[in-house]
């Protein structure tokens, strides 16, 4: 059966630090990717972050970029999301998302083109 279980969300000020984890059951990730979106209320789902599973490159938004680093531990399955430097703009509900690398295009931020989704973990970022 396949899962996606996304923790780590919670309430933190602005300047503070949040580590997401996104761990996989029922297959192996090895030969996936996973990618990590975010939607705040009235707002459209964007994607935050993205890593190869298999050779381990990644990309970010811009709007994060030098903020947050995207970390993968095959052995457990897991994916991480290490976010700091938190502002409340990054305030959304957070979701993992994975599929098969021969699935996906070269626009990993198309939503559309994952298949298997996490229930989401709530990152609110204010003082």
């Known amino acids: 059966q396949v899962q996606l279980v996304e923790s780590g969300g919670g309430l933190v000020q602005p300047g503070g630090s949040l580590r997401l984890s996104c761990a996989a059951s029922g297959f192996t990730l090895d030969y996936y990717a996973v990618a990590w979106f975010r939607q705040a209320p009235g707002k459209e789902r964007e994607g935050v972050s993205y890593?190869?599973?298999?050779?381990?490159?990644?990309y970010y938004a811009d709007s994060v970029k030098g903020r947050f680093t995207i970390s993968r531990d095959n052995a457990k399955n897991t994916v991480y999301l290490q976010m700091n430097s938190l502002k409340p703009e990054d305030t959304a509900v957070y979701y993992c998302a994975t599929d098969k690398l021969t699935n996906l295009g070269s626009d990993w931020t198309l939503a559309i083109l994952y298949d298997y989704w996490g229930q989401g973990t709530q990152v609110t970022v204010s003082s």
């Open positions: 890593i190869n599973m298999n050779d381990g490159s990644t």
